[in-house]
Structure formats: C-alpha cells, structure tokens
C-alpha cells in the first residue's frame, strides 16, 4: 500500500481525475488545503512471503524423480526413495506411492527392524497379519506398523479398482530393532487438520500450525499432508537437525526460494539443512504434497529385500530366524493369509 500527499489542486481538476483513480485501485482524501492518494491494491501473497522468515532456509538440494515399476503380485509403485538415485535418506529407507488393483497385491511377506507408514489417497487395503490383526484403512486413514522382531502380514485392494497411498519405511534405531510388533491406526477423522489463509495441513505425525498429532515416533519424525490454493504461500518450521525431503502427489509448487522453477508430481525433493522450508503455490490449480523430516539415527545400515539391521551377521541370523520360524517369526510354520 502506497500513500502520497501534497497541496489541494483546483476542484475541477479533482473531479476530472477522482473517477480515472479509482479505476486503477487509487483513493482519494482530503483535509483542510491536503488532499492524499492512497493505493488500495492488495496481492494475495503478500511482498513479505518472497522473504524467508527463517534463518536458514532449506533449498532443494536434489530432485528425483519416482518411475514407475512392479512391486508385490502386480502392483505398481512409484519408487522415490529406496532406488539407485536416492538409496536412502537417514532415517527414511523407502518412499513408494502405489496404484494396485484385483487380483494384484502384495501377499504374505515378512518385515524386521523398521516402521512402515501407510497413507491412502483413495480407495482401501485390506490388511492381516500372523498375530490376529486384521483391517481395512481407506482414503485418508493411516496405519503406522512397528515391525520390530519380526511380523509377516498381506496388503490386498479393498476395492476393484484406484486403491492409491503413499508407503513410508522408517528406520529403527539398534537398540528398537527387536521389540514387539505395534500397531498405530488413525482413521481420516482423526487426523489432526489445520487451514490458514488457503492452506491446510493434515499433521500425521509432529506439529504444525499449533496442531499436534497423537502418534508416538520411536525415530524422532515429521509426516505433514500439504493442500495449497493457488496463489497461496506457506513457511513451515523444522528441525534443523534433521533431514526432509517433500512428494509432490498433484499440482506444481515452487519450493526453498521464490526464484526456483515449479516443480511437477511424482518428484522427491531431497532439501538442505536448515530450520525451514517455504513454499509457493503460483499456478491456478491446488497443490497437495508430503513433507517427511526424521532425525538422523547415524547407524549402519545393512538391508535385505524386507529386512534391516546393523550388521550382516545380524541380517543373517535374520533370514535364519525367518527360515526356521524363531525369535519372532514363531508362527510363520502355521499362517497363511485368508
């Protein structure tokens, strides 16, 4: 907003101009022998939102771009974490965002030593494992599985067809590798939301717009669901410790500096150190993304297929113990999915 002042010309004048100022969004007022134009233009985002609030900001330090491959029984997956050009980002092991419909899925198979984190975008999975559990998440719930020791379990569509969802495998620091299997279920009602200004945010774990989620991180982490308006602008805090990286699921958002170019869906951008990320949604569509940070666990890691450990000697007990039916993996001699 703009304001100049000066000495009252003539009233002809003023009436001659009045009508014209108006039409490009300037007011006029007057006082005694003053008279003043003011600018009564507002831009949705305002000049503030192109400078960084943060210290530090993070900026994209890597693009990655998540094909498609086949994954299960005929499942497709978009791989952004977990492939040749971003193996892993400590504490995160895998991001896939899968599309799977009958009769593919991803049938009886085993996990040790990490989290995985379902979110589904539409439709529903049918879940069942060889302790009992057995459910249904659909669009917008969460199911966030400890495998600890050892679990083995089925992931099956729910519906004939579109049953979409992000899948997240968090490490387990080596002192959690071998507890208990748990289970954390939020159905979509649940999930702490937020909106401010034509953004909302879905908080699945940590905090965001003075919303906490519920969920208990073991591994220290952030899992906040983006929905921006367009020509909306966000600045979100994290860690500065920690790594983050962002999902685009639909629409384009600029992200780190207002000079970047839009970034597209199904890329992973891999972000800088910093405590905080902005985000600038210019297009004439809605933005919706992921934005995932964890604290580093700085440990070895030994990966096989479905299990992760420290070592290799521990990733071979593993297999023995998956093969032989122990330390976890009793009741594999006697479950089959249904």
């Not at 899968?98 to 040790?112: K, L, N, Q, W, Y």
């Amino acid at each position: 907003m703009f304001t100049y002042t000066t000495h009252l010309p003539n009233t002809l004048f003023m009436r001659a101009i009045s009508h014209h100022l108006s039409l490009l969004n300037w007011r006029i007022s007057t006082s005694g022998s003053l008279f003043s134009l003011r600018n009564t233009c507002t831009n949705t985002m305002s000049q503030s939102d192109n400078s960084s609030p943060f210290t530090t900001p993070r900026l994209v330090l890597k693009k990655v771009l998540a094909k498609s491959q086949h994954e299960g029984d005929g499942a497709v997956v978009r791989r952004g974490i977990g492939r040749s050009e971003l193996k892993n980002l400590d504490p995160f092991l895998m991001l896939d965002h899968f599309s799977v419909s009958p009769p593919a899925g991803f049938p009886d198979h085993p996990h040790r030593g990490f989290e995985t984190v379902t979110y589904m975008l539409e439709g529903g999975i049918t879940h069942q494992d060889f302790a009992g559990h057995k459910g249904t998440i659909r669009a917008g719930d969460v199911q966030w599985m400890t495998a600890g020791r050892g679990i083995i379990h089925s992931e099956m569509p729910a519906e004939a067809n579109n049953n979409k969802g992000l899948q997240l495998w968090i490490n387990l620091s080596s002192r959690d590798k071998m507890i208990e299997p748990n289970y954390q279920e939020l159905p979509s009602e649940n999930i702490a939301t937020a909106e401010k200004d034509g953004v909302e945010v879905r908080v699945i774990a940590g905090e965001a717009m003075g919303v906490h989620s519920p969920v208990y991180t073991r591994t220290p982490t952030m899992y906040l669901v983006f929905s921006m308006m367009p020509e909306t602008q966000w600045n979100q805090s994290i860690p500065e410790s920690w790594n983050a990286f962002v999902y685009i699921i639909e629409g384009e958002g600029v992200f780190g500096s207002p000079t970047s170019s839009p970034t597209v869906p199904h890329h992973v951008l891999v972000l800088t150190q910093g405590d905080g990320l902005s985000v600038w949604n210019n297009s004439s569509k809605p933005l919706r993304f992921v934005l995932i940070g964890g604290q580093p666990l700085n440990e070895p890691v030994v990966q096989h297929g479905p299990f992760v450990m420290n070592t290799q000697s521990e990733i071979e007990n593993t297999i023995e113990d998956y093969h032989y039916g122990r330390n976890g993996f009793e009741m594999s001699k006697y479950w089959m999915s249904q």
